[in-house]
């Protein structure tokens, strides 16, 4: 059975921060949880919590065990969000599900109570590899704008872009 872990924000965001071995430092993390969420196919777990763990002393590990150390008292830089793309091939695919099937899929991304709580999108301008096809939102040559065109978007990409942000709570970073 393929199982995907996910570990709570808490260590997301703290395993981009990486200190050298002159400034580690020993951090009380005793009391401390990671929420374990499981999703797995041909079984019920849909981004289920199924463990929560404590954060315990480990000793040396050994080199052949995969550690991150984790100093909260350092920090290198902002952490702004986790989140994915909405691309033609994306919103096509969500167009095609059954309503309720494309509710799951906003509560299981975007809610932050009974799914991942995606905190931000990106999307792309004009067609890319992720495309049905290939257009773009201004005619060769039209220096002026005057063909100016969004049309393909408003098909599938557009309204799939404005349930994500109403189902995130009304606002979410879109790149």
């Known amino acids: 059975m393929n199982r995907i872990l996910l570990l709570s924000g808490l260590c997301v965001m703290l395993a981009f921060t990486f200190p050298t071995s002159d400034t580690m430092r020993v951090v009380d993390l005793a009391g401390k949880q990671i929420v374990v969420y499981t999703t797995a196919d041909s079984t019920d777990y849909r981004m289920s919590n199924t463990a929560t763990l404590q954060f315990s002393d480990f000793g040396q590990p050994f080199e052949t065990q995969p550690c991150v150390f984790v100093d909260p008292t350092k920090t290198f830089q902002t952490f702004l969000g986790i989140g994915g793309a909405i691309t033609d091939a994306s919103a096509e695919t969500f167009a095609k599900l059954p309503k309720d099937k ?40 039209d220096a002026a704008l005057k063909t100016f065109n969004i049309a393909h978007d408003e098909q599938y990409r ?12 009304g606002q979410i970073p879109l790149m």
């Open 102 to 141: 494309q509710q799951e899929v906003l509560q299981q991304y975007f809610d932050k109570e009974k799914g991942i709580g995606y905190s931000l999108l990106r999307t792309n301008i004009h067609s890319c590899d992720f495309s049905s096809g290939s257009y773009t939102y201004v005619d060769e040559g």
């Open 158 to 169: 557009l309204p799939f872009i404005k349930q994500a942000i109403a189902a995130a709570g």
